[in-house]
């Protein structure tokens, strides 16, 4: 009889509860500190995922098509029940929620990532244990993460769905056939959230093909370059399972755009589209069209998301190096090297698509999209630890340097992870992570307008309608608390007469505004605000915000003056 193995067990339980319960005090702390400051609602794109899920259930056109086309629905979808309370839609924490839990779910995966792969035979080692608390504490305690899991943004999120598709793909290389249909939901979960998702399924379609083929080798005598144990082989109805789940997403989100907006590309070059924007904005791209450049703006944006000390990032970039290429050579890390994933689809996205990443050291010297460089910290936070060890180990062998080995190299290795960590991290926290800075400063103007303009929005009669362009300042009605249902936007067309409905409310309001709207809130150069100038609507009041276009609440049918009064949230506006 042997004990141990039952004991060991509920060892290992008693471990990933006290990670949990660490990760959820890290994230309810963090979202208390920042709501508290206000910051939960800064990047303009929390805002508008919030309003996006409102107005599935809050429209006068209510429903699934309210997701719009450009950003993928399943985050949407997941706020949906935490914003039905006016107060959790209004202060924003409804969107939080979503977050919070795929940053406690990624500490957990990467945690059981690295503690599958690195035990032998089923048997959790000590240097297993230490290597999987490590990391998991790295990408616990990142500032960047920490900020970015409080908000609605979809970051974190996906960085769960991410890790436990690595940590599923995992454990079916390791003989454990059935994890690979867990790991297909994963995907399809991932492909749903973001972007990055599809690159990802195809990656993991093609290694789950590559992988029983490498095991069938193996068994026949050929050289092996991966280490599968497959006790039994998956079945091809395992296989076939696996694709159908990984490509479901896209076919789903393809198929939607093209029954809505009659183009299955809509996402991608419709007017709403990355593209679009970047035609409209004129946005300089500092790396279009060369590869090489494109993946080195997003390892450094990488960098700048461990550390704000340029040597430093550059250290733990080399250390993940080096920790990948240990990986290698040890053959039972090797699957870990799927989370390098995000470098070629970035590098593809910034150089090919419209997906520009500026970082403040380098040309054009600005903050923009910096906070897609968490999707290396996975990487770092598994391959610095190894790194770390493989140096600690080495030197073992120089003579004088003998006290590095066995569990001394572990002990050293665990220490010097911990004093990186703290360094960097430590001067991140001093500055302000840099995901927080890019809000702060990309995202000031358009804070201060919401507020200004929200203001005088509460000041009209509350039974109003409003005909208003939602898509750059919907945070404003959200201040303001003005149901959307009470609020004429683009979104409200018919079913399945996207994206040109003459005869849809949207378009009906637009060419005679007084017979469906109250008042009408312009935003100069938009669509409301063309209309507006048409028709001579007097404006009441004008807003003028450095860096934004002005906003002109215009009468649409009169419904007596507005009150003289200055709002909440400024002086009075011209």
Not at 10 to 33: D, G, P, T
Not at 128 to 139: D, E, M, P, T
Not at 151 to 161: I, K
Not at 264 to 276: H, Q, R, T, V
Request: charged share 15%; with cysteine.
């Amino acid at each position: 009889m042997k004990p141990q193995k039952p004991a060991t067990k509920a060892y290992s339980e008693n471990e990933v509860v006290r990670l949990v319960w660490l990760a959820i005090f890290i994230s309810v702390f963090s979202f208390l500190f920042y709501n508290r400051r206000g910051d939960v609602l800064l990047y303009g794109d929390a805002v508008a995922h919030i309003n996006i899920a409102r107005r599935v259930f809050d429209s006068k056109t209510p429903g699934l098509l309210q997701l719009g086309t450009v950003w993928l629905p399943l985050p949407h979808l997941l706020i949906i029940p935490f914003i039905a309370s006016k107060q959790m839609w209004q202060s924003g924490m409804g969107g939080s929620f979503p977050s919070m839990a795929g940053f406690v779910f990624g500490v957990l995966g990467i945690f059981r990532l690295v503690r599958a792969v690195l035990s032998r035979d089923g048997e959790v080692g000590e240097t297993a244990k230490a290597a999987a608390w490590v990391a998991a504490i790295v990408y616990a305690a990142n500032p960047n993460l920490i900020y970015m899991q409080a908000t609605a943004m979809g970051e974190s999120l996906y960085l769960g769905f991410f890790i436990w598709s690595v940590v599923f793909f995992a454990e079916y290389v390791r003989g454990n056939a059935r994890s690979l249909t867990k790991c297909g939901c994963c995907v399809a979960a991932a492909c749903l959230t973001r972007y990055d998702g599809w690159f990802l399924g195809a990656v993991l379609m093609v290694s789950t093909v590559v992988f029983p083929l490498l095991a069938k080798n193996a068994r026949n005598g050929a050289p092996q370059s991966f280490p599968p144990r497959f006790l039994v082989p998956p079945s091809r109805k395992m296989i076939a399972r696996f694709v159908l789940l990984a490509a479901a997403g896209p076919l789903l989100w393809l198929a939607y755009n093209a029954a809505v907006y009659r183009n299955p590309l809509e996402f991608a070059n419709g007017p709403y589209s990355a593209k679009a924007i970047e035609k409209k904005t004129a946005t300089v791209n500092p790396a279009k069209g060369n590869l090489f450049a494109a993946g080195s703006y997003f390892v450094k944006a990488a960098e700048l998301n461990v550390s704000e000390s340029e040597w430093l990032g550059r250290l733990w970039l080399a250390l993940a190096l080096l920790g990948s290429l240990a990986a290698w050579l040890s053959g039972r890390g090797r699957v870990l090297l799927l989370l390098w994933a995000p470098l070629p689809f970035y590098g593809l996205s910034v150089a090919y698509g419209s997906v520009p990443i500026f970082v403040p050291t380098w040309w054009p010297f600005s903050n923009y999209n910096l906070r897609y460089g968490l999707q290396l910290l996975p990487a770092f936070a598994v391959f610095v630890p190894l790194g770390i060890y493989f140096l600690a180990r080495e030197a073992g062998k120089i003579p004088g340097l003998q006290v590095f080995t066995g569990r001394w190299a572990g002990v050293a290795a665990v220490l010097g992870v911990l004093a990186l960590a703290t360094g960097s991290y430590t001067r991140i926290g001093r500055a302000d992570p840099i995901c927080y800075r890019e809000a702060a400063i990309n995202m000031r103007g358009r804070v201060a307008l919401d507020k200004q303009l929200a203001g005088w929005i509460t000041s009209l009669p509350s039974d109003s309608t409003l005909l208003m362009y939602l898509g750059e300042h919907s945070g404003a009605l959200e201040q303001a608390g003005v149901p959307l249902r009470r609020v004429i936007n683009e979104g409200n067309h018919r079913v399945g007469k996207r994206p040109a409905d003459p005869e849809g409310l949207w378009e009906r309001a637009l060419a005679d505004p007084a017979a469906y709207a109250d008042y009408a809130v312009g935003f100069e150069g938009d669509e409301v605000w063309a209309t507006a100038k048409q028709r001579h609507l007097p404006a009441l009041v004008e807003i003028h915000t450095t860096g934004q276009p002005s906003a002109v609440i215009f009468q649409a049918r009169s419904q007596g003056p507005l009150p003289s009064r200055t709002p909440a949230g400024g002086p009075p506006a011209r």
